[in-house]
């Protein structure tokens, strides 16, 4: 292999699944336990919190991963060129949309963990009234769901990419059957995770 | 009112009126692009090429002014070469195929952008062609005597092959690609379905590591994005984003082996 584009771009689809998909899915299912009230989100985030090697396990599962995965995202996006008004084809529009909904992570999720694991680190305890705060603010709460659903659907409509990346699903019926078994991924984890940012409000 | 009479009458009312095509010109490779309207006699069953011969037998635009006729590129008029793709109402498509009768009027004519343009709607589609090279997309038959007969090919298998066959290197497939472009060095859907017609050929298979690690390497299969585009437009309705997965998965082997294995093919 004279040079990585290979390589680094199966690390990419690769990382988009595992680990950072699998913490998406972790990460909504425990603030899905807001749902259960303000005690219950608690004590399923003082679980995360109580893990042995935390820090390791942050850094390796999730800040290097979706670091790799978000910059050489945004290389991948801003390579690319938008013909969805020529070319209205559903999986063009599903293109446009991974690329625009990955742009718009990257600021969500910067924003994010500075609004969350770094006030933690300076001192705010990470807790249900922390997010309560955060969703004092209304404009807070459209951020946040503009945020989950971009999240939802970069993680379903990718998870198709990275079947068909990774040759799995190669025929056009299987792809149609991918389509529409992402689609299904992307409605319960969006209800999951909206369901999640009320329980907040 | 019966189909032939329909047609008939239908005939008849524009047998005396004109059709209208705006083309976009442009005099040379580093000129500027111009658009330029021509009523052009209608007749029966015209085509884009018909059209286009019409206006250079009396190049005079619609202000009445004598011009330059516009030039394109045809050769085989039954859509098989490819020469002559050109965006026909938005579309990327082959004027040879394109039936005056069922385009919407004005029709508009303008080059496939991707490519270089020549002149008016004559585009240098080399790209393509070093692409070809680049892959291989040959069977290695040449020497110094005769090799004798190749091995048999399993019908099932010449019947799929067969369609990735019919690709005429047209660029309506790059075209239409948003990965295709002047930031990324994409070779595009053609050259790729290309290398899996020759990796199936069982003499072609010869060469098959070669072009796996081609297109592994830069501007190679990376280079898709999945907008799918190419097989919606394609004209001979090649499966290209099955070759493109299908090359994915055969990239993905090829990667281990290269990593892992030790005997090379």
Request: glycine residues 8%; hydrophobic residues 45%; proline residues 5%.
């Amino acid at each position: 292999m004279a040079d990585n584009d290979f390589a680094r771009h199966r690390w990419h689809s690769l990382l988009g699944v595992v680990p950072v998909g699998l913490f998406l899915i972790v990460h909504l299912t425990v603030n899905y336990q807001a749902t259960d009230g303000p005690g219950a989100f608690n004590q399923a985030a003082s679980f995360m919190e109580s893990l042995p090697f935390l820090l390791f396990l942050e850094v390796i599962l999730i800040y290097l991963p979706i670091l790799f995965h978000g910059i050489y995202g945004i290389f991948i996006a801003f390579t690319a060129t938008s013909n969805v008004g020529r070319f209205g084809f559903f999986r063009n529009w599903m293109y446009l949309l991974q690329r625009i909904s990955g742009l718009f992570l990257v600021i969500f999720i910067a924003w994010h963990v500075w609004e969350t694991r770094i006030a933690m680190a300076l001192g705010t305890a990470l807790s249900y009234d922390m997010m309560a705060n955060i969703f004092s603010n209304s404009w807070m709460v459209v951020f946040y769901i503009a945020g989950v659903l971009a999240a939802v659907f970069h993680f379903s409509n990718g998870l198709w990419s990275f079947c068909v990346h990774w040759g799995i699903l190669a025929t056009p019926r299987a792809q149609k059957i991918g389509t529409y078994a992402t689609a299904v991924i992307f409605v319960l984890l969006g209800y999951v995770g909206i369901s999640a940012v009320f329980a907040f409000i | 009112m019966s189909v032939a009479s329909e047609e008939r009458k239908q005939g008849s009312e524009q047998e005396l009126s004109t059709v209208r095509l705006i083309i976009t010109r442009q005099d040379g490779p580093d000129q500027a692009s111009y658009e330029e309207s021509f009523d052009v006699p209608y007749r029966k069953n015209m085509n884009v090429i018909s059209a286009l011969m019409a206006i250079r037998r009396r190049p005079v635009n619609t202000k009445g002014e004598e011009t330059s006729p516009p030039q394109w590129e045809m050769n085989c008029l039954e859509e098989v070469c490819g020469a002559c793709s050109m965006m026909i109402n938005g579309r990327p498509r082959q004027a040879c195929t394109a039936l005056i009768d069922k385009l919407e009027k004005p029709i508009r004519l303008a080059p496939m952008k991707t490519f270089p343009i020549v002149r008016d709607l004559v585009v240098d589609r080399s790209r393509m062609f070093d692409a070809l090279k680049r892959v291989k997309a040959w069977i290695p038959i040449d020497g110094t005597y005769d090799l004798g007969a190749g091995p048999r090919m399993a019908e099932s298998k010449r019947e799929w092959a067969y369609e990735l066959s019919k690709c005429m290197t047209c660029g309506v497939c790059l075209e239409a690609c948003p990965n295709v472009n002047s930031k990324s060095d994409f070779i595009g859907p053609a050259p790729l379905s290309q290398v899996r017609l020759f990796n199936a050929h069982p003499t072609g298979a010869l060469h098959k590591t070669e072009r796996l690690h081609t297109i592994m390497g830069k501007g190679g299969i990376e280079g898709c994005g999945n907008s799918q585009n190419c097989v919606e437009v394609c004209p001979k309705g090649i499966p290209l984003t099955t070759s493109i997965a299908e090359l994915n998965r055969a990239t993905l082997v090829q990667s281990f082996k290269d990593f892992f294995g030790s005997d090379k093919e």
